[in-house]
Nanobody, 119 residues
């Protein structure tokens, strides 16, 4: 069974960098054709895709967030990490990591972690 678990601080101050780590068990993140994504859901809003890291280590980010986003991995720990810089209260959301299977929202999801940006 593939499981994903988000971890990181639940609070961040404006202008700081948000850092979250997804730990994966049950499948190497280097598995052929696997995409590993970060998704978020602000309060009262829908899901927003942030970006992904491919099994090769290549990355792609949402055009609306790419200037502030970086994703990298540690294959020895089977983890991938999100950094979102210059955060504002609009970045307050539940953040999920996600292993895509097919199209749409199919796949394996982490439990989600609440991040609040506030001074």
């Amino acid at each position: 069974q593939v499981q994903l678990w988000e971890s990181g601080p639940g609070l961040a101050k404006p202008s700081q960098t948000l850092s979250l780590t997804c730990t994966v068990s049950g499948e190497p993140i280097t598995t052929n054709d696997a995409y590993w994504s970060w998704i978020r859901q602000p309060p009262g809003k829908g899901l927003e895709w942030i970006g992904y890291i491919l099994y090769t280590g290549s990355t792609y980010y949402s055009p609306s967030l790419k200037s502030r986003t970086s994703i990298w991995r540690d294959t020895s720990k089977n983890q991938f990490t999100l950094h979102l810089s210059s955060v504002t209260p609009e970045d307050t959301a539940v953040y999920y990591c996600w292993r895509s299977i097919g199209g749409g929202l199919a796949g394996y999801w982490g439990q989600g972690t609440q991040v609040t940006v506030s001074s």
